[in-house]
């Protein structure tokens, strides 16, 4: 069980993440065609959830920036990694100087958020842009009370194109065999009530619920253990610890709409996350080069209350399925697999944002 950061060489190598993981053991059939494959029924159906967790997690970000940027004193790092995740323009826009610490924040919060790609779906009253602001206000509230003693990781306070702990996305190695990807939210360094100063990761989520049942699935989700190990690897340091931070996107005024709680990540996890993954990519490679052929489980052929987009696909006959998945489209890359493979947008721009 050996795990390191990859390198060039390494490139070669099949990759998985969380969501590639929890897919393929999800359905093989589905996830390895979607995913390994990388094919997909195009259809005017929008995943309005992904969508919804994926415009926060800018939001999400741009607090982070803002946070390394005013508390922490750091404008170089702000410009250097605001242009690597939001692009020149973007960021220019939506910065502008004001007197008080909140609403600057919020103003850079919600320019991020209005220039994202997010459009109301008439028919969706919880995901809105309105909704979004309001949940905005009350993150960027919770943050800002714990900011002084949370601080952002920033790995060379003297090299602003070091990395730092927002949205890193990392390409780990696991027994020179597979690669393990992902993106970390945040990494910090907290300091506690009594004084003790150590480094955790931060995980964002969006939910419609945050209920206990929700937390308790942390307990043995491996996107913590996995990201921790990655943690470990990027920092150096001895991370244990995860920070869960949820929030609803539509906000009901009671205490379920902010939530946040650490989960504790060691050996044995991570013993249980190398053997699901090796056990994954044992069956990706069972199953190579005729992923039709793979098993179908059909407990999650309604998942998420919505027939599956591969039913009529598996229920054809072979040669309709042959004939089916030639007419498949590409599946899009993950934001964390354009990171990887080197197609974020404006990552190499060297302008800053407006300042005074």
């Known amino acids: 069980m050996r795990f390191r950061l990859a390198t060039d060489k390494d490139k070669h190598l099949p990759y998985y993440s969380f969501s590639i993981m929890e897919a393929i053991l999800t359905c093989p059939k589905w996830g390895l065609i979607r995913y390994k494959d990388r094919k997909y029924f195009a259809s005017n159906y929008r995943a309005l959830a992904l969508e919804a967790g994926s415009t926060m997690h800018e939001v999400?970000?741009?607090?982070?920036?803002?946070?390394?940027?005013r508390v922490q004193g750091l404008a170089d790092h702000f410009n250097y990694h605001g242009i690597r995740i939001f692009?020149?323009?973007?960021?220019?826009?939506?910065?502008?100087?004001?007197?008080?610490?909140?609403?600057e924040v919020l103003a850079f919060c919600f320019e991020i958020l209005n220039s994202s790609e997010w459009y109301d779906d008439p028919k969706d009253s919880i995901r809105t842009i309105a909704n979004m602001e309001e949940t905005t206000i009350v993150y960027v509230d919770r943050m800002m009370e714990a900011m002084e003693?949370?601080?952002?990781?920033?790995?060379?306070?003297?090299?602003?194109?070091a990395p730092?702990?927002?949205?890193y996305a990392f390409d780990m190695v696991v027994d020179d065999a597979v690669r393990y990807i992902g993106t970390l939210d945040g990494v910090c360094e907290y300091t506690s009530s009594q004084g003790e100063v150590y480094l955790r990761l931060e995980e964002n989520k969006t939910a419609s619920r945050l209920d206990e049942a929700w937390r308790e699935s942390f307990k043995v989700k491996f996107q913590p253990t996995g990201y921790t190990i990655a943690g470990r690897l990027l920092t150096g340091e001895d991370i244990s610890q995860t920070k869960i931070i949820g929030v609803k996107v539509k906000q009901t005024r009671s205490a379920e709409d902010f939530l946040s709680f650490t989960e504790y990540r060691d050996d044995h996890h991570f013993?249980?996350?190398y053997d699901t993954l090796m056990f994954t990519h044992e069956l990706a490679q069972r199953y190579e080069g005729r992923n039709l052929e793979a098993p179908m489980f059909t407990h999650s052929c309604n998942r998420y209350f919505r027939p599956c987009g591969f039913i009529d696909l598996c229920s054809a006959?072979?040669?309709?399925q042959e004939a089916m998945y030639e007419q498949m489209e590409t599946t899009p890359l993950s934001p964390s697999e354009e990171a990887i493979l080197g197609r974020a947008r404006n990552a190499n721009a060297e302008v800053g944002p407006n300042e005074s």
């Open 317 to 320: 006959s072979k040669e309709d």
């Open 60 to 69: 999400f970000a741009a607090m982070r920036l803002w946070q390394m940027y």
């Open 164 to 167: 730092v702990g927002i949205e």
């Open 149 to 161: 003693r949370n601080k952002i990781w920033v790995a060379d306070v003297n090299d602003p194109t």
């Open 87 to 103: 692009g020149q323009p973007r960021l220019e826009a939506s910065f502008w100087p004001k007197s008080n610490p909140r609403d």
């Open 271 to 273: 013993k249980s996350f």
